[in-house]
């Protein structure tokens, strides 16, 4: 199923209130967004340039510690939708359970596809999908790892769409060599979804080919001009992931009260072990607090981390 977060307008119809007054948690967006400055008027006038797209490739490149070829698109999701429709069809394994829209747009190219449940069932695959740290539980593996798994199957496209608080963990530096994909999401960290940004990284050959595809402007003069100046901003950065960890353990802390159990998270969601996942989004959900459950699931919440201090008493309150 491709069931996802962010459908609040589901929520208000069903549940009812005005949707300026609901806080949407079932997403993994950051609710404090980077600060949009006032952008110059041409900018929304006229077509993006090949100067300004450079531009913005070489704030990634360095925000992410890599000189790999990089391709500008409109979000992770544009990404996770191309990068099949370039590599000759075949079987694929997807570690799962993670973001569903992997194996639906590999269905969708015409891929054979296999859910695992270990990194090594991955061993093999004509292309293999790994998300790190994965959605919804935050697993992560480290890149020694994932380049020991590059060198057993085909393809492997990694998924970095929650990594930026975690550099560590990413294999972005290696991503030009054949075999390797890497997918970076700007908006997720920097709060911006909207902006739809997104990254591909990969071998010069295939990210021509998806370049063709994309077509001669992906992006937005105000997404160029926006992410090249919040990837440069390093101290916003540092301050945002040292913010992101001490809420995320004030959440943690929230939920064992209300008798919860921690599976595990990022510094932007946390998943939650429950009696009842069901039950637990309707009671936010009577308190105009949106979460994330899954199909697959009976037990199991998602929850993003509320912005200001008052979408943090809404939430104790509602879990009191």
Known sequence: MRDHGGNIDWAVSHFGGAQEN???LSTGINRVPYPIPPLPTDIWQKLPTRQATEGLIAAAQAAYGTSAPMLPVAGAQAA???LPTVIETGHARVLAPTYNEHRASLLSAGWQVQDVSTLGQLEGAELAVVVNPNNPDGNRYSPET???LAKTVGTLIVDES????QPDLSLAAD???DGLFVLRSFGKFYGLAGLRLGFILGPKAALARLSELAGPWPISGPAIEIGRLALADKTWAARTTERLRNEAAIMD???TKAGWTLVGGTELFRLYDTSSAEEA???LAQNQIWSRIFPWSPTLIRLGLPGPINE????KEALS
Do not use: V
């Open 162 to 165: 929650f990594a930026d608080p």
């Open 253 to 255: 802390d929230i939920a």
């Open 175 to 177: 991503a030009g060599r």
């Open 80 to 82: 996770i939708q191309m």
């Open 281 to 283: 989004q309707k009671t």
């Open 22 to 24: 609901w806080i949407d």
């Open 312 to 315: 943090w008493d809404r939430l």
């Open 146 to 148: 994932l380049l020991e």
